[in-house]
């Protein structure tokens, strides 16, 4: 009796674990919810062995938005044996 109920407890917990990580929100949500009113285009361009990801975008970006995009865009438009520069350009 108590192998069944050892084995009934950790198949509910691993179904509420599994459960939770189906519904949290990608990131790419959390981007809409916040940027998408602020960011105009992304236009990735390789030049060489650089990969130049120019960000048009209306109003200011506080420091950590910067980094926080620069670190999204870089995972994004990563290549084998390529670099990613995030330039950020107003208007």
């Not at 509420?16 to 929100?25: H, K, P």
């Not at 602020?38 to 650089?50: C, D, F, H, W």
Request: charged letters at 30%; aromatic letters at 8%.
């Amino acid at each position: 009796m108590k192998k069944s109920n050892l084995l009934v407890t950790i198949f509910l917990s691993t179904v509420m674990v599994l459960s939770g990580c189906a519904t949290s929100q990608p990131d790419y949500v959390i981007y809409e919810k916040r940027y998408k009113h602020r960011i105009a285009k992304v236009i990735p361009e390789a030049r060489g062995k650089t990969v130049h990801v120019h960000v048009h975008h209306h109003g200011k970006l506080t420091k950590k938005e910067k980094r926080w995009l620069k670190k999204m865009y870089t995972k994004k438009h990563k290549r084998k044996n390529h670099k990613v520069k995030v330039v950020f350009v107003y208007g």
